[in-house]
């Protein structure tokens, strides 16, 4: 199960929000060695706002063991000030319909099956979370390992946005990913999952009758 949480919800999901920032800490600053800002074994940025929701899958103790952040493209978002020159076919987009997804990461400490477990669950998730906020198309910067193994051989429409170049050691191209029912379909068959795995808080309130 992938929950969903922002700065609004998280107080339905107790650590989670906390969670997902120690486990950006362990995969990126202390695995990739990642320049980027932390305090007291959580990692951070400026994406980090109001605007972000986190899909965060965690196991039966609450630590979290996958993440990914999304952001709407009519807030700042990463590519755009980060990398806009890896954009060249095509404007940069500024909508409610195009979110940015970052952060993605899997704890490494997990077995191999278990880890191809959770990625499964977080690219379901996407498509998941896509339709149900209407959004049409997710972008990124990704390894291009990771686009063709993960992305596109589960079923996603990726069209790319620039050439590829090399940032931290791995070949990284800017792709947007297709949103629509098909998408989620093929990715759970591919991936085995059976059925919705996202989790809002409105799924966790208990209605009394």
């Known amino acids: 199960m992938i929950d969903c949480v922002n700065v609004a919800t998280a107080h339905a999901f107790g650590d989670a929000l906390a969670a997902q920032h120690r486990l950006r800490y362990r995969v990126f600053i202390e695995r990739q060695e990642w320049d980027v800002p932390h305090w007291q074994g959580l990692e951070y940025d400026q994406y980090d706002t109001p605007a972000a929701h986190y899909l965060i899958y965690r196991d039966e103790t609450g630590e979290a063991r996958g993440v990914s952040r999304m952001s709407p493209t009519d807030r700042p978002y990463m590519l755009k ?111 085995g999952v059976e059925g919705p795995v996202l989790r809002r808080a409105e799924d966790l309130i208990v209605k009394v009758a």
Do not use: N
């Open 81 to 191: 000030d980060v990398w806009p020159d890896m954009v060249a076919s095509e404007d940069l987009p500024q909508s409610s319909l195009v979110w940015e997804g970052t952060r993605i990461g899997i704890d490494r400490d997990l077995a191999p099956a278990e880890r191809r477990r959770i990625l499964g669950e977080l690219v379901c998730a996407y498509a998941e979370f896509g339709l149900s906020e209407g959004i049409e198309w997710i972008i990124g910067v990704m390894p291009t390992l990771i686009i063709r193994s993960l992305f596109q051989r589960s079923g996603w429409h990726v069209e790319m946005l620039g050439e590829p170049r090399v940032l931290g050691g791995d070949k990284v191209r800017a792709g947007k990913l297709r949103v629509d029912e098909e998408t989620l379909h093929r990715a759970r068959a591919y991936f």
